[in-house]
C-alpha cells in the first residue's frame, strides 16, 4: 500500500523559510519521480517542483531561486527547502509521485503553509 506523509508546513513571516518533508513507503522510492504541489484557495492545484530518481529538479517560474527540492534515497523521503517565502506562497503543499507500472497516482494528505505579510 503506497502511502505519503507530509510534514514541516506552518506558519511564518514573509522572508521566513520552511523546509517540508514527504515520507514514502509502499514503492521504491529510489526510483520514482517525486513531485511537490500546492492549492491555494479557490485556485487550481498547481505543480511546484519535481525530482526524478537520477536526481534531475524543475519548478515552476513562481518559485525558482527560493525553494529546492531534494530528496534522501536511504530515508525514502523527499524535501522541499523554501526560503524568501512570500504571502502568496500561502496554500496547502501535497507530496505527489506516479509510480511506475501503477494506473493512478498517490497522493499525500497536505500540509498547510501560511506567510504573513
Known amino acids: 500500500q503506497v502511502r505519503l506523509v507530509e510534514s514541516g508546513g506552518g506558519l511564518v513571516q514573509a522572508g521566513g523559510s520552511l523546509r517540508l518533508s514527504c515520507a514514502a513507503s509502499?514503492?521504491?522510492?529510489?526510483?520514482?519521480?517525486m513531485n511537490w504541489y500546492r492549492q491555494a484557495p479557490g485556485k487550481q492545484r498547481e505543480l511546484v517542483a519535481i525530482?526524478?530518481?537520477?536526481?534531475?529538479?524543475n519548478y515552476a517560474d513562481s518559485v525558482k531561486g527560493r525553494f529546492t527540492i531534494s530528496r534522501d534515497n536511504a530515508r525514502d523521503t523527499a524535501y522541499l527547502q523554501m526560503n524568501s517565502l512570500k504571502p502568496e506562497d500561502t496554500a496547502v503543499y501535497y507530496c505527489?509521485?506516479?509510480?511506475?507500472?501503477?494506473?493512478?497516482?498517490?497522493w499525500g494528505q497536505g500540509t498547510q503553509v501560511t506567510v504573513s505579510s
Open positions: 505527489n509521485t506516479n509510480p511506475a507500472g501503477s494506473e493512478r497516482g498517490y
Open positions: 509502499g514503492i521504491i522510492f529510489g526510483i520514482e519521480t
Open positions: 525530482i526524478t530518481g537520477a536526481g534531475r529538479t
